[in-house]
């Protein structure tokens, strides 16, 4: 602690002499305030960025500023850095040597830092009514089903049902990869489905919008196509106008499989939280069996894969990967790459940043308009210099002014086990947590603040900077939604009209296999003639004669059940039923 403080002293000394900011302290030229009680913050600076940040520190230790934390200090003061390692195995093998008191953390496993002793409790503050902040309901009171029963380290998952309550973190953010689109390119080119189920709509009056994929009138996603029939049929009337369909980060490898999970999870519904915890009935479930040694999907005569039901346990889980999520998210891309409905840089070296900025930028001059774009839902927030950079240079709205939303996952096909409404897939192990190292003296301030993010005041501050919601249901005024850009409203009204699920589970089985959501059993690409197949093939040693000769979603599929999260379930589970 001495050397930070000595450190950031001496870096401030030195900003004055050299004009360097000294960001990593806090802020720039931000010298140890002696006379107040120090926090000190790692903050995870992904997409989500620090703006956010930012703002709460300055209102905290405005609304502070008289009250001691500790005997012989008045007010507080708070200082962060951020960081790319606050994360998962790496911070949890450092954090007891570091300076830092809380963490906004993601990949944080949530059992295994509990059980490693890295978490401070912070039942207190969570479940305590805010009353101080002019509010009724605790913190608790306040997260969304899938943060709550996870967090809640007494729920019972199998009567459904919370405990006395014991929480150890609470969200840091919402990552959600989604489908986003310049919905000014769609008005002016009247790109939405009409009551006849025909595209030309520019969504003026909503009465004339066809019922979206999730099937109900006057949701917000009516207009938008509702089956992959329908979105490619939008895809091939967006190259014949002169427009890019989709794009989205070649050259960020890591996102191909978040798409393909993000997505299957989409189909699924609530019957994607089964790959955490295999128990329960799943109704979509595809029909293999078995030939030349090999698994092979079922098809039926229209070219659909044939469903089955199953009640799911510990000992037949492995039938969770027969989910049909898997081979539709999978058949999404394959579609789009197969019929060119994506530019270059989906395929190529582009960066997530240089893919948001191509977004961007499409529509400006004489560009090639990018209609829609693949990406998670901090990239409004990450995208702040590219909308800067084209606002002051080429004339665009700013990044507030700007007209982007969220289009639904469309329906695979109209079968009725596909209907229903959306789905807003949750990861929840990106986590606000206070340190078990952090010393008494500064613990008070360091729990005041982390329960002062999730007053009302500050949950509409974060979603109104970063575009997004925090692990909470919304509780803002008409008022307060009509100050939101444009995008983050329809964050907004696309989760309300969704089933919002998580990636865990709060189970002996997921507490000790936390890794079984993550693909690290699956193959990533294949490269044929320079075209990359995102996440979709499998080939088992077959010999691939060209790009049309097979349905390269089903060989990944039939990969998918002969690969060894399925071969090994037996030898790797049993524990759970024998």
């Known amino acids: 602690m001495k050397l930070k403080k000595l450190l950031c002293t001496l870096l401030s000394v030195l900003m004055l002499f050299t004009g360097i900011s000294v960001a990593g302290c806090g802020g720039?030229?931000?010298?140890?305030?002696?006379?107040?009680?120090?926090?000190?913050?790692?903050?995870?600076?992904?997409?989500?960025?620090?703006?956010?940040?930012?703002?709460?520190?300055?209102?905290?230790?405005?609304?502070?500023?008289?009250?001691?934390?500790?005997?012989?200090?008045?007010?507080?003061?708070?200082?962060?850095?951020?960081?790319?390692?606050?994360?998962?195995?790496?911070?949890?093998?450092?954090?007891k040597g570091n300076d830092i008191d809380i963490y906004f953390s993601d990949g944080s496993t949530y059992y295994e830092y509990i059980n490693s002793g890295a978490m401070m409790d912070i039942t207190d503050i969570v479940t305590e009514p805010l009353t101080e902040f002019g509010e009724t309901k605790s913190i608790a009171d306040k997260l969304i089903n899938c943060f709550s029963t996870y967090l809640d380290t007494t729920?019972?998952?199998?009567?459904?049902?919370?405990?006395?309550?014991?929480?150890?973190?609470?969200?840091?953010?919402?990552?959600?990869?989604?489908?986003?689109?310049?919905?000014?390119?769609?008005?002016?080119?009247?790109?939405?489905?009409?009551?006849?189920?025909?595209?030309?709509?520019?969504?003026?009056?909503?009465?004339?919008?066809?019922?979206?994929?999730?099937?109900?009138?006057?949701?917000?996603?009516?207009?938008?196509?509702?089956?992959?029939?329908?979105?490619?049929?939008?895809?091939?009337?967006?190259?014949?106008i002169g427009g890019v369909p989709v794009t989205w980060p070649g050259g960020a490898a890591s996102y191909r499989n978040v798409y393909v999970n993000q997505f299957k999870n989409s189909i699924e519904r609530e019957e994607s939280e089964l790959l955490a915890n295999p128990v329960g009935k799943a109704t979509r479930l595809i029909k293999v069996e078995r030939e030349n040694s090999y698994s092979a999907m079922q098809f039926d005569e229209n070219g659909y894969?044939?469903?089955?039901?199953?009640?799911?346990?510990?000992?037949?889980?492995?039938?969770?990967?027969?989910?049909?999520?898997?081979?539709?998210?999978?058949?999404?891309?394959?579609e789009i790459l197969e019929n060119e409905y994506h530019n270059s840089g989906a395929i190529g070296g582009r960066t997530h940043m240089d893919t948001q900025k191509d977004f961007i930028n499409s529509t400006l001059g004489t560009n090639q308009p990018i209609a829609i774009l693949l990406e998670g839902n901090?990239?409004?927030?990450?995208?702040?210099?590219?909308?800067?950079?084209?606002?002051?240079?080429?004339?665009?709205?700013?990044?507030?002014?700007?007209?982007?939303?969220?289009?639904?996952?469309?329906?695979?096909?109209?079968?009725?086990?596909?209907?229903?409404?959306n789905s807003y897939s949750v990861g929840t192990n990106a986590l606000s947590f206070i340190s078990a190292y952090t010393?008494?003296?500064?613990?008070?301030?360091?729990?005041?603040?982390?329960?002062?993010?999730?007053?009302?005041?500050?949950?509409?501050?974060?979603?109104?900077?970063?575009?997004?919601?925090?692990?909470?249901?919304?509780?803002?005024?008409?008022?307060?939604?009509?100050?939101?850009?444009?995008?983050?409203?329809?964050?907004?009204?696309?989760?309300?009209?969704?089933?919002?699920?998580?990636?865990?589970?709060?189970?002996?089985?997921?507490?000790?296999?936390?890794?079984?959501?993550?693909?690290?059993?699956?193959p990533e690409s294949y490269i044929k003639d320079g075209r990359e197949i995102d996440a979709v093939l499998y080939l088992r040693n077959q010999t691939i004669k060209?790009?049309?000769?097979?349905?390269?979603?089903?060989?990944y599929f039939n990969g998918i059940q002969d690969g060894t999260n399925v071969k090994n379930w037996a030898s790797t589970y049993s524990k759970y039923w024998s």
């Open 28 to 95: 720039p030229g931000i010298d140890i305030d002696e006379t107040k009680t120090q926090v000190y913050i790692g903050n995870q600076n992904y997409g989500f960025g620090d703006a956010w940040l930012i703002s709460a520190i300055d209102k905290f230790e405005k609304r502070y500023a008289n009250t001691p934390f500790e005997d012989g200090k008045t007010g507080v003061q708070v200082l962060y850095e951020n960081g790319s390692d606050f994360t998962g195995l790496s911070l949890l093998q450092t954090i």
């Open 305 to 334: 894969p044939i469903l089955e039901e199953l009640d799911l346990t510990y000992e037949n889980g492995y039938n969770v990967y027969r989910q049909s999520g898997w081979y539709w998210a999978t058949k999404f891309f394959e």
């Open 439 to 522: 010393p008494e003296n500064r613990l008070g301030a360091a729990k005041k603040f982390l329960q002062f993010l999730f007053t009302d005041e500050m949950l509409f501050d974060y979603t109104k900077i970063v575009g997004a919601t925090r692990g909470c249901e919304v509780n803002f005024t008409e008022t307060q939604l009509a100050s939101l850009p444009y995008y983050a409203r329809t964050m907004i009204e696309y989760r309300k009209d969704a089933v919002v699920v998580g990636g865990s589970a709060n189970t002996a089985f997921y507490k000790e296999n936390p890794n079984i959501t993550k693909w690290t059993d699956l």
């Open 155 to 240: 729920y019972d998952f199998n009567t459904k049902t919370h405990g006395a309550g014991k929480y150890y973190a609470l969200p840091n953010y919402e990552c959600v990869y989604q489908v986003n689109y310049n919905v000014k390119y769609f008005e002016d080119n009247n790109l939405y489905y009409g009551l006849d189920g025909e595209l030309g709509q520019n969504g003026s009056d909503r009465s004339q919008l066809s019922a979206g994929p999730d099937g109900e009138y006057g949701n917000y996603d009516d207009g938008q196509p509702a089956t992959f029939e329908e979105f490619f049929a939008l895809c091939e009337h967006i190259t014949k």
């Open 378 to 421: 901090y990239w409004i927030n990450e995208a702040a210099p590219s909308f800067e950079y084209a606002h002051t240079n080429l004339g665009a709205p700013t990044r507030e002014e700007s007209k982007y939303g969220v289009m639904a996952f469309p329906k695979p096909t109209d079968q009725d086990e596909y209907q229903g409404p």
């Open 546 to 555: 060209s790009l049309q000769d097979y349905d390269h979603a089903a060989i």
